[in-house]
């Protein structure tokens, strides 16, 4: 388990912003060390980077977030067109 900034320097997702995308729902709150300190998987900075590469290819947040559900094994049902 890592703390913030190192998921931050993995994930290359700013500190603040991924306190923002906990606060939004976008990404799970992490689990919390006795001082209360987030504490962050190898899965959790896998999840980061994924949402950091969506929004680099310029899809909105809430396709991000599908994508991300999608990819952990989500059921959400997608527009037939």
Do not use: W
């Amino acid at each position: 388990m890592i703390a913030i900034g190192e998921a931050s320097r993995q994930s290359g997702i700013g500190i603040e912003t991924i306190r923002y995308y906990e606060r939004e729902g976008i990404v799970p709150k992490p689990e919390r060390a006795a001082n209360n300190r987030r504490l962050y998987s190898v899965h959790d900075v896998g999840r980061l980077r994924l949402l950091k590469k969506c929004r680099d290819l310029g899809f909105p947040l809430a396709d991000a977030k599908t994508l991300i559900d999608l990819s952990e094994g989500g059921q959400r049902r997608l527009p037939v067109s």
